[in-house]
């Protein structure tokens, strides 16, 4: 008899939708029971050795096991359920607003009409879409929720992770002028510059035209800060203010005025400054002197000068 085969719905076979990938689960699974005998160990000497000084040490040991064992099931549920946590954590905004989004429902459902309940849905629907400033907030905080999203299907696909197999923790975004910004936080295997080679192929994971990655801590290298850009905003045309202040009925000069570039000391006409004589005899000139403070050419003296007083 052949085997039978498995049922089939639309003609299409029925298979599974992985979650937690085998890597993950293996990896948790294992770090999951370490800490648990870590854990249950060390609290429970600990707790021994403390009760060991109020009573008997076999009923001291037995109230470290009892203490160790609970402590050490509990880090290891925490260990075992961490991935499980990661993607809650991942979808933590998109949870929180179904919830929120079908609590409301519920809510007018069952206290108003239906017309109020339409009204009440077509405000908030069309309110944002109506005013282009709500209109686009909100598609900027939709993007940063896509974005979180891309940045970590791009991290499963072609970067690295750590032996454990646990991907970058992707924690923060919110909108720029130009884009988003993303705060990463690595773990251990990955630096900055391992991401810097892969720029190109992270803005097209994200849809967007550059991305750029800083360092958002000067104490922490796993802290980046990832700045995703779609689109340009120095391109468009600002008004200035100093336009509105120019008199447009103030006369316009006809000739260009001439404004000096340079100037020749020698082409300048230097006056000549005579100084008073200081304690000199009467009838006697002191000589002339120019503005720079350079003697003028000697004339030739005559016998009747006396050159003594000068020397």
């Known amino acids: 008899m052949s085997k039978s085969s498995p049922r089939r719905f639309a003609g299409k076979s029925t298979g599974t939708v992985t979650v937690i990938e085998a890597k993950v689960h293996r990896s948790s699974a294992r770090n999951a029971k370490v800490a648990f005998i870590l854990t249950a160990v060390i609290v429970g000497v600990l707790s021994a050795v403390v009760a060991a000084a109020y009573w008997h040490p076999i009923v ?75 209109r686009r907030q909100v598609i900027a905080w939709a993007w940063c929720l896509v974005v979180r999203h891309r940045l970590r299907v791009c991290f499963a696909q072609f970067i690295i992770a750590n032996q454990s197999g646990s991907l970058p923790l992707i924690l923060w975004a919110r909108p720029t002028p130009v ?53 340009e905003v120095l391109t468009a045309h600002v008004g200035s203010p100093l336009v509105d202040a120019i008199d447009r009925n103030a006369p316009v000069s006809a000739s260009p005025l001439t404004v000096p570039t340079a100037l020749d000391l020698p082409d300048v006409d230097a006056p000549t400054i005579t100084l008073p004589a200081q304690g000199k005899p009467a009838g006697k000139k002191p000589p002339a002197s120019t503005a720079n403070g350079s003697k003028p050419a000697a004339a030739s003296s005559t016998p009747e000068d006396d050159v003594s007083d000068w020397i």
Not at 62 to 89: D, S
Not at 92 to 112: C, D, S
Request: charged share 15%.
């Open 60 to 134: 001291a040991l037995i109230v470290g096991a009892l203490i160790g064992v609970p402590c050490g099931a509990a880090v290891w549920l925490l260990v075992r359920v961490w991935p499980v946590l990661r993607l809650l954590w991942w979808w933590t905004t998109e949870i929180v607003l179904a919830v929120l989004l079908l609590t409301g429902w519920v809510q007018l459902a069952n206290h108003t009409s239906t017309v109020v309940m339409l009204l009440v849905v077509a405000l908030v629907v069309g309110v944002p879409a109506a005013i282009p400033a709500v």
């Open 179 to 231: 884009g988003e910004r993303v705060w990463v936080y690595l773990r251990p295997g990955l630096s900055a510059k391992d991401l810097e080679s892969r720029l190109d192929k992270i803005a097209v994971t994200c849809h967007a035209s550059t991305v750029l990655i800083e360092r958002a801590s000067e104490t922490n290298a796993a802290y980046l800060r990832f700045d995703i850009k779609r689109r």
